[in-house]
């Protein structure tokens, strides 16, 4: 459903506003006011555009314009309809740099890929025969075995 570019669930949005702000009573009254004004729009739109297009018609302009009230819809089809010329080159452009990125980003066959020759990994220090168990704290610093935190300092004699 689409009245005067406005969907179902919109028209029931209004409808909801309506109903809290004006109430029951005064919400027919405002809907028949609305159809009242809309029905004058639609009157006064086909009267200009039957003068202008008599006169267009007189002029031999070779125009034809719309005899419905323009909605959201007609407004973006008209206006993609007269860009249209302008954006195809636009488009080509654009479809021709897509291509070349997508044959930039392709990937590299193999043979112009450089070998990679693999290293043996690097030694691990050794260790002090299990001492260091706890990793950094584990460190066997003095006899108590507490690493870092017990490297000894204010140890008393």
Not at 36 to 54: C, F, H
Request: proline content about 6%; hydrophobic content about 40%.
């Amino acid at each position: 459903m689409n009245f005067f570019g406005i969907g179902g669930t919109e028209l029931l949005v209004i409808f909801a506003i309506m109903l809290v702000v004006a109430g029951p009573k005064r919400m027919i009254r405002w809907a028949y006011v609305l159809g009242l004004y809309v029905g004058k729009a639609r009157d006064m739109w086909s009267q200009a555009v039957t003068v202008l297009q008599k006169e267009l018609d007189e002029a031999g302009a070779g125009i034809k314009l719309p005899t419905q009230p323009p909605t959201r819809q007609n407004l973006s089809r008209i206006v993609s309809d007269v860009v249209k010329p302008y954006t195809q080159e636009l488009e080509k452009e654009w479809q021709e740099t897509q291509s070349a990125v997508r044959d930039i980003n392709q990937p590299v066959s193999s043979a112009a890929k450089p070998s990679v020759t693999k290293t043996a990994p690097p030694k691990t220090p050794a260790t002090n025969n299990g001492a260091d168990t706890f990793g950094a704290w584990g460190k066997a610093t003095d006899d108590a075995g507490f690493g870092a935190w017990s490297n000894g300092e204010g140890k008393e004699n």
